[in-house]
């Protein structure tokens, strides 16, 4: 519980602290995303993935890459994201490398756009796959009860007989305004049918759809939504 207070109390972004609204079993570990254009994004994680240093440099645990393929601002929309233990270590990756000085081989590849920490707000198992991802606002006072109801969602649709069905529920740290006030969903299945068997199914009446409406009514407004296909490239030994 104290664990909780001090997140809440001196860490987790504004809109999380009003009225005094804190979130309900926050799952484990800290992401840093870095966000990029690559002109040939199959070429770029080619070069991650043979120079595994990038990610042992910075203490990462797990990294990878997600490509947008439906719904993108912009060719080659990207980025690659690192997994850390907790909130300080992923901050403190931060000071150890800085994507704007990468070796000219790497810079070439890309253009970044930003960098952003995020924290789940929920448990969640790293599994990268076919990602829905989703971007939404969520009044404070209904915060609890949104990640209540799509961990509710995730757990019946996994009992459906979606057993690799996976979400998660982020929010973002130091995003400047491209995720300022914004959660991130993420509904990830191992491939793109499975994904859009999911959706036939609740367009056929799924017993989940209720769940699935009821977290859709706490949301006050979708900012994007998007289709992402992600891979883990490396795993710290």
Not at 74 to 100: C, I, K, R
Not at 175 to 194: F, K, N, W
Request: net charge negative; with cysteine; hydrophobic share 40%.
């Amino acid at each position: 519980m104290k664990k909780i207070i001090l997140l809440v109390g001196l860490l987790t972004p504004l809109y999380l602290q009003a009225d005094h609204h804190t979130i309900a079993g926050p799952g484990e570990g800290a992401f840093n995303t870095i966000m990029m254009q690559a002109d040939d994004t199959t070429k770029y994680v080619n070069y991650l993935r043979a120079n595994p240093e990038l990610f042992k440099g910075v203490g990462a645990t797990a990294a990878g890459v997600c490509i947008t393929r439906s719904g993108y601002d912009y060719e080659g929309q990207m980025f690659v994201w690192s997994a850390y233990t907790d909130l300080a270590s992923a901050m403190h990756a931060n000071t150890l490398y800085d994507p704007n000085d990468a070796p000219s081989a790497l810079a070439e590849l890309r253009t970044v756009k930003y960098g952003v920490t995020w924290k789940g707000l929920k448990s969640f198992r790293l599994d990268p796959g076919w990602e829905r991802v989703v971007r939404v606002k969520v009044s404070p006072e209904n915060l609890n009860a949104y990640v209540e109801a799509l961990s509710e969602l995730e757990t019946s649709i996994i009992n459906s007989g979606h057993e690799s069905f996976n979400m998660g529920v982020f929010v973002p740290f130091g995003g400047g305004v491209h995720e300022s006030q914004t959660l991130m969903v993420r509904s990830i299945s191992p491939t793109a049918r499975e994904s859009g068997q999911i959706a036939d199914e609740y367009f056929a009446g799924a017993s989940w759809g209720r769940i699935w409406e009821k977290s859709r009514a706490l949301v006050d407004k979708v900012v994007s939504d998007t289709y992402e296909v992600c891979e883990q490239i490396y795993t710290a030994e």
